[in-house]
């Protein structure tokens, strides 16, 4: 079996359900008291991803999952914490038309600094509203619900094919 | 079992002790509140009835010193002997939750102090060997080498871990581990968070090249790409830090750089080896900068000269 790690990064606005869809999938609990001073919290998953064709092998990945807090915006978050990601997970919450009015230009600024990442995005909190409700023209991989856990494994599954797929 | 139940015993007498004084506090603040507030009472019910026969306020006056005496006898010591009750009964819960917060505090002050006690014993022995000083002092030079061979020893310090980790990334690339309870990749993505963070917060074109973290110390050398990483317990002092330092940069100098310049991608798992295989040898390193060993060394010597001397022939030397 192939072994990789791969650095993936939560990002979106304030609120949105980034550290809560990290702890629905990795189910282990640490310390979140350094998120709000670091600006950053860092996981660990690994998975197991079958392959899709006989001349292939199975890979274990191990997601290296950074949550990072705040908004994306350029001047307030460090780049640092961008650099290297193979996978990024932009969230929106689906509640809130302010969190994924600005999805465009974040996402674009994203791509400036990680043009090779594998990139999916997920509106959160799903279970607040009708999905009929929502807008047409919204564009989404996921609708997600970390209290649920509805989708959570399959984005990230997700996320974590692409990646190895067309790594980074 | 006998002596451990005395010390419980003993911490448990100390806590009431510090739980009668509060109440005491607390019930004379409120004494006073409650004084004031009778009294405003009093003054209140005078004038708005100046019908009340005048028997009542000497009854009123009577009242409040009853209550300002009875107060601390009465409330104070019901609501300290419910305390103490419950303490009592939660004994072992308090020194469950305590032994490890104080075991943690001491030993991370004993480890301080030790450092401290050896850059000065450190000091010591550096200024024994000034001209100057060096016919005064060698005679106390035994006992000065003996603290600072037990000090050394008391508490040795070890590198526990070493990393190689991705700059850009914070992505563990090679490990030197004794200790599997840590995760390292965790470890080196914070490693590498807490150092973006720390240079993007203050602005500073320096280098953080140490982060304490309880009883470990993490010595960091940059690398260029990499990120080079000693995590060490024991005692520390500048002296070991700057070897670690020396010896992290060696690695840099032997092996990382070697890949680099010849366009190899870095192979995590020979990485692994070599960093396990350079730090395995840690111990037989020696540097300009590890001033103890060099020092030592100089002290064994005088010691044989000592020695040596010690056959003279003290008739001649009197005569």
Do not use: C
Not at chain 1, 129 to 144: P, R
Not at chain 2, 24 to 30: A, C, D, H, W
Not at chain 2, 40 to 48: D, H, T, V
Not at chain 2, 77 to 95: C, F, G, L, N, R
């Amino acid at each position: 079996m192939k072994q990789l790690s791969k650095k993936v990064i939560l990002i979106g606005n304030f609120g949105v359900g980034k550290t809560s869809l990290t702890n629905a999938f990795v189910h282990k609990r640490f310390s979140e008291d350094y998120l709000t001073t670091l600006g950053v919290k860092i996981d660990k998953k690994t998975i197991e991803i079958l392959a899709q064709n006989d001349d292939e092998e199975d890979t274990q990945l191990t997601l290296l999952i950074w949550d990072i807090a705040g908004e994306v915006a350029q001047e307030k978050v460090n780049k640092a914490y961008y650099l290297g990601s193979h996978g990024i997970i932009y969230v929106f919450d689906v509640t809130r038309p302010s969190t994924f009015e600005k999805m465009k230009e974040d996402l674009a600024y994203v791509a400036t600094i990680l043009p090779k990442a594998q990139v999916i995005v997920v509106g959160n909190k799903v279970d607040l509203i009708d999905v009929n409700t929502l807008d047409a023209d919204l564009k989404y991989d996921f609708l997600s619900s970390a209290k649920t856990g509805e989708n959570v494994e399959k984005m990230f599954l997700e996320l974590s094919k692409k990646i190895i797929q067309e790594p980074a | 079992m006998e002596q451990e139940a005395n010390n419980s015993g003993k911490k448990v007498d100390v806590f009431f002790e510090m739980f009668e004084e509060a109440l005491r506090q607390e019930n004379q603040r409120l004494k006073i509140i409650y004084e004031k507030q009778l009294e405003g009472i009093k003054e209140e019910l005078i004038k708005a009835n100046a019908n009340i026969p005048e028997v009542v306020a000497p009854v009123v006056d009577k009242k409040v010193e009853e209550f300002k005496v009875e107060f601390d006898g009465q409330s104070g010591k019901m609501v300290t002997t419910a305390i103490k009750k419950q303490i009592k009964e939660s004994q072992p819960d308090i020194i469950d939750a305590l032994y490890p917060i104080m075991g943690k505090l001491i030993t991370k002050f004993l480890q301080i102090e030790l450092e401290k006690l050896s850059e000065g014993i450190n000091k010591q022995i550096e200024n024994t060997f000034s001209v100057e000083s060096m016919k005064r002092q060698v005679f106390s030079i035994f006992g000065i080498k003996q603290d600072a061979q037990i000090l050394k020893n008391a508490n040795k310090p070890n590198v526990e871990e070493a990393y190689v980790i991705e700059q850009d990334s914070g992505m563990l690339l090679a490990e030197y581990t004794h200790n599997d309870s840590v995760d390292n990749d965790m470890v080196a993505g914070m490693i590498t968070a807490i150092k973006s963070f720390v240079k993007d917060a203050f602005y500073q074109d320096g280098e953080l090249d140490m982060i304490e973290y309880g009883t470990f110390k993490i010595i960091l050398y940059n690398a260029r790409k990499y990120y080079l990483v000693a995590a060490l317990k024991g005692v520390v002092d500048s002296t070991y830090k700057y070897r670690v330092l020396d010896y992290l940069k060696v690695f840099d100098e032997n092996y990382l750089s070697k890949i680099e310049n010849q366009g190899n991608q870095l192979d995590n798992k020979a990485a692994s080896d070599a960093l396990t295989a350079h730090f395995d040898a840690f111990e037989n390193f020696n540097t300009s900068t590890n001033t103890f060993n060099t020092l030592n060394t100089k002290l064994n010597k005088i010691d044989e000269t000592i020695k040596q001397k010690s056959h003279f022939n003290w008739k001649f030397w009197r005569w």
